[in-house]
């Protein structure tokens, strides 16, 4: 069942802070080019006028993560006030920490669990491509279940699912059946999870 894009759908425990301090130069440059794609922004014509993507970037050591807020899509460029602090999650009660100016994205939940799952990822893209999601099966991309839904605990187990028993991890990216036209890339860098969502973009 596809839900209302945009919903938070964990317990999110966030405290409203001063502007996160980071280098997000790489990551604000490459989330302005994806923007221009439209693999993230508002659109009233698709999932009932909200926005859609997000980013993120790994902070300091263990899982902690910068993610652009909830509901940033409609903006072509974002600022370090736009960025919220996730300071800690946990799938098994649904619930997710952050500090901040904004309440990070509601994918927050799926973020973390890639972080946790592979330490070498410093950055996370989750991008709305009717392209690539149509063309997920013919290019042989690692899908989420289809009865699974974004920013759940359920979400966070076929994440988990994925990288055990799929080539997800080598692609650095997965399409999410459950997910209307989501795909999610992953890298070490900024700049290699965007080429890798590009050059698939490119095969479809």
């Known amino acids: 069942m596809q839900?209302?894009?945009?919903?938070?759908?964990?317990?999110l425990r966030w405290q409203q802070t001063?502007?996160?301090?980071?280098?997000?130069?790489?990551?604000?440059?490459?989330?302005?080019?994806?923007w221009k794609l439209e693999l993230i922004g508002e659109d009233p014509r698709r999932y009932q006028g909200?926005?859609?993507g997000n980013v993120s970037q790994r902070h300091g050591s263990g899982?902690?993560?910068?993610?652009?807020?909830?509901?940033t899509g409609h903006l072509r460029n974002i600022e370090a006030c736009h960025y919220a602090l996730v300071t800690g999650f946990d799938p098994?009660?649904?619930?997710?920490?952050?500090?901040?100016?904004?309440q990070p994205s509601s994918e927050s939940m799926t973020h973390g669990v890639i972080y946790g799952l592979e330490q070498s990822v410093n950055c996370v893209l989750h991008v709305h491509s009717p392209a690539i999601w149509n063309a997920a099966a013919k290019l042989g991309l690692p899908?989420?279940?289809?009865?699974?839904?974004?920013?759940?605990?359920e979400m966070a187990a076929e994440v988990g699912r994925l990288f055990r028993e799929s080539d997800a991890q080598e692609q650095g990216l997965f399409a999410m059946a459950g997910h209307l036209d989501g795909?999610?890339?992953?890298?070490?860098?900024?700049?290699?999870a965007a080429v890798t969502l590009i050059k698939t973009l490119a095969r479809c």
């Open 18 to 34: 001063a502007t996160i301090e980071a280098d997000l130069a790489a990551l604000n440059a490459w989330r302005d080019m994806l």
């Open 92 to 102: 098994n009660t649904n619930q997710v920490t952050a500090e901040g100016p904004v």
């Open 63 to 71: 899982n902690r993560f910068i993610i652009s807020g909830t509901q």
């Open 183 to 192: 795909v999610v890339s992953f890298a070490a860098t900024v700049e290699a």
């Open 143 to 153: 899908l989420t279940r289809a009865d699974v839904d974004y920013g759940t605990p």
């Open 3 to 11: 839900q209302q894009e945009g919903v938070i759908q964990f317990d």
């Open 50 to 52: 909200y926005g859609f």
